[in-house]
């Protein structure tokens, strides 16, 4: 009897190691992350480890340019090509001595940003750059550290349209401090805090030369022309801190929920009401804020104020907007919006959200259907109670010539192309729901 | 016989500093209590659950000299605010740190207390007077 129970627990043993054998072989083979994205569906890594990885751009032989926010060997732009490796992209040219978000290839050029100027460099017909000394387009914008990435989209009539973030949370006469009050008007806005339009294809422009095309935008890092309405789009990073900052005015348990993240369609002299007003995705209206007397209810000027066309969960962070215009995804994607979540830090009752990228169907230049998630997993976990513990951050998003798109990681500086083919199942079967998607 | 002296002395550095160490990790816990409850409402929001701030924004308190390194400094961060460049470990932090008026010496004193006795830290306590000398200066 003994001896056939250890007999049995031998046995039971070695099933188990051989389990636990093929187990680790399997995990091995396994991509880093799981990114679950939705039924026929695909999502490859495409390269890894290329640096801090800001927006990219797809020119038309499948070249990816990169604008890095850390030089890499000295270069703040790499340029990618596919190698026989899967998953690891060739550097196959290097150059801009400068840190930086945007870029972006329009009429022949392109198009990047440090986060004070905007430089271009010429494309000869097979899309490569001729030289990479640079034309100075724009320089002198305004960079005080916070919110001073400058992001960039190009119209069909020869503009420019650069980001201006605020250098302040709310306009706070004391920035972040507990119950300091609101500058009234705020002095911010003279020089950040909207949208700048300036000239494509003029050599140094600075503030006098270009418009303010919108104002009372806080920060945008993810904006995009839409060709078809032919108008901007951009996605604002809503305020911080509310409910630590005014713990008499919010529920301490709702606070992870103010205010909304909003996407915007931009017209020229629009006004959005940052510092003034904040979207309350739980009322669905811009209310006034807390530093200009707002009580969570009052509403006061913030009926001038333009609404969003999108209103996303609070503090996750939209570093990326991108309409899609390809044809390889189904078509409920054509001219829909994707938007790469870059996550939250300023969600500290209930955990962090957002490391995702999201996509609203859009007809006729409008919404017309709910937000949902549409590629998962980049944070490497279920649920992230510290920002840094996120493995990767979602932070660009460009669309390839065959249609596929490319997603940055600005962590650890990975890319992943998403392809579709109507013949093949997903690789994670299902799209990646989560109860967030239920929010407005 | 120079080496020697060298070696004796290192010995010596070695086994004051694990003593001091020893020394330091003899922080009440009912300070570190409070001062895990201040830093729950006043700090974790930024700086994190696990002290390791959140990247290009809002600088880490775990091991860093900015929180183990000068008293003096430390406070005056907490009384006056910061609004300058921080670089740590090659990493630029972009979020301006507010003062915090609202504490009451003690609470300070606790709090600063508990960062640097958290994340790894071991450093030794800052004490009420001490927050008071540098509150004093700015006033």
Redesign the interface.
């Known amino acids: 009897m003994k001896i056939k129970m250890i007999a049995a627990l031998k046995s039971a043993t070695l099933l188990l190691v051989s389990f636990m054998t093929i187990g680790t072989a399997v995990i091995a083979q396994l991509p880093l992350v799981d990114i679950k994205v939705p039924a026929g569906f695909n999502a490859s890594l495409y390269a890894e480890g290329i640096g801090r990885a800001r927006h990219l751009v797809v020119n038309k032989n499948d070249k990816v340019f990169v604008k890095l926010e850390r030089l890499s060997k000295g270069n703040g732009i790499v340029e990618l090509a596919e190698s026989k490796t899967p998953g690891k992209a060739e550097v196959i040219n290097a150059f801009a001595s400068y840190t930086g978000t945007g870029i972006a290839i329009k009429n022949g050029y392109l198009y990047a940003t440090s986060n004070t100027e905007v430089f271009r460099y010429k494309l000869n017909s097979d899309m490569e750059v001729i030289s990479t000394e640079p034309e100075l387009i724009v320089t002198g914008l305004i960079d005080r550290r916070q919110h001073n990435s400058k992001s960039i989209a190009l119209d069909n009539a020869g503009n420019l349209y650069v980001n201006i973030g605020a250098f302040s949370n709310s306009c706070q006469e004391k920035d972040r401090q507990n119950g300091s009050l609101g500058m009234d008007p705020c002095p911010v806005l003279d020089s950040a805090g909207g949208i700048w339009q300036f000239t494509a294809d003029k050599l140094n422009q600075t503030y006098k030369d270009g418009s303010r095309y919108a104002t009372g935008i806080r920060n945008v890092v993810g904006l995009d022309w839409n060709d078809e309405i032919n108008e901007l789009f951009v996605m604002q990073h809503g305020r911080d801190q509310l409910g630590s900052m005014f713990p008499n005015v919010f529920d301490a348990q709702k606070v992870d929920e103010l205010p909304a993240e909003e996407m915007f369609l931009v017209k020229k002299g629009m006004n959005f009401g940052w510092p003034y007003c904040y979207y309350d995705p739980i009322q669905n209206k811009k209310v006034l804020s807390p530093e200009y007397g707002g009580d969570g209810k009052k509403i006061g000027r913030c009926a001038e104020m333009q609404d969003p066309v999108v209103a996303f969960p609070a503090h996750m962070a939209p570093n990326a907007l991108l309409f899609y215009t390809g044809t390889m995804f189904p078509d409920r994607y054509k001219n829909g919006a994707f938007i790469a979540f870059h996550g939250s830090w300023n969600r500290s009752v209930n955990g962090q959200e957002g490391y995702f990228v999201a996509f609203v169907p859009f007809k006729g230049g409008k919404p017309s259907g709910k937000w949902e998630i549409f590629a998962n997993g980049f944070a490497g976990m279920e649920k992230v109670v510290s920002t840094g513990d996120a493995k990767y951050r979602p932070c660009g998003i460009a669309q390839g010539p065959d249609g596929s798109l490319y997603i940055s990681d600005d962590n650890k500086g990975n890319i992943w192309k998403i392809t579709y083919n109507k013949n093949t199942a997903a690789n994670i079967v299902g799209s990646a729901n989560n109860n967030l998607a239920t929010a407005p | 016989m120079k080496k020697l002296a060298i070696i004796a002395t290192l010995v010596v550095l070695a086994a004051s500093v694990v003593f001091a160490q020893a020394k330091q990790s003899a922080v009440s816990k009912e300070v570190m209590d409070r001062g895990k409850t201040i830093y729950e409402?006043?700090c974790?929001?930024?700086h994190?659950?696990?002290g390791?701030?959140?990247?290009?924004?809002?600088p880490?308190l775990a091991k860093t000299q900015y929180v183990v390194g000068d008293k003096a400094r430390l406070i005056q961060i907490v009384a006056k605010?910061l609004?300058e460049?921080i670089i740590i470990d090659?990493e630029?932090y972009?979020?301006?740190?507010?003062?915090?008026?609202?504490l009451t010496d003690q609470q300070v004193a606790d709090v600063l207390t508990y960062v640097r006795n958290s994340f790894g830290n071991k450093a030794t306590p800052i004490t009420t007077a001490q927050v008071k000398v540098e509150r004093a200066k700015i006033k």
Not at chain 2, 52 to 58: H, S, T, Y
Not at chain 2, 94 to 102: T, Y
Request: with cysteine; hydrophobic share 25%.
């Open positions: 409402t006043n974790q929001a930024c994190q659950p696990n390791m701030g959140v990247p290009r924004l809002n880490p605010g609004n460049t090659d630029e972009a979020n301006p740190m507010p003062a915090f008026p609202q």
